[in-house]
């Protein structure tokens, strides 16, 4: 009966406090704030008056690696396919063929995307059996 006494007295007190702080928090809330609006003007010149205080400087860009004209083929800023060896070869004529990053396709933890296509191949689907799969677009 002791034990309950005390538990039912620290759990008062810890409302009491928490009512406590709330409370005085809900009281200051607005300590320090003053009910005065600005005009779009005042603000404006006080703004020029920070940024005059900090003097920002626009930062030369940097120029992007890949090159962009007219005359230039954007297949032609692409990594060669045939360089890279297939990870997961086909087991149908309905497989899953990613190409990506090893940071994506590579081994262990790396490799989801890999492991995603493996999972898919491993299936052993057909195209008719993939088309039944495929959800129907049209509506009931």
């Known amino acids: 009966m002791e034990k309950k006494r005390i538990g039912v007295a620290l759990f008062g007190g810890l409302v009491v406090v928490g009512a406590l702080v709330f409370g005085l928090l809900f009281l200051m809330r607005n300590t320090g704030k003053t009910e005065r609006a600005i005009s779009t003007e005042e603000a404006t010149a006080s703004l020029g008056d920070l940024v005059r205080r900090i003097d920002p400087s626009t930062a030369t860009p940097v120029k992007s690696?890949?090159?962009?004209?007219?005359?230039?083929?954007?297949?032609?800023?692409?990594?060669?396919?045939?360089?890279?060896?297939?990870?997961?070869?086909?087991?149908?004529?309905?497989?899953?063929?990613?190409?990506?990053?090893?940071?994506?396709?590579?081994?262990?933890?790396?490799?989801?995307?890999?492991?995603?296509?493996?999972?898919?191949?491993?299936?052993?689907?057909?195209?008719?059996?993939?088309?039944?799969?495929?959800?129907?677009?049209?509506?009931?």
């Open 65 to 140: 690696s890949i090159e962009y004209s007219e005359d230039n083929n954007e297949a032609n800023e692409l990594p060669e396919l045939s360089k890279d060896s297939i990870v997961v070869p086909a087991s149908t004529d309905a497989y899953a063929e990613v190409w990506a990053s090893p940071e994506k396709a590579g081994q262990g933890s790396d490799g989801w995307m890999r492991e995603m296509a493996e999972g898919f191949n491993s299936r052993n689907r057909t195209r008719s059996s993939s088309r039944a799969m495929a959800p129907s677009t049209s509506r009931p």
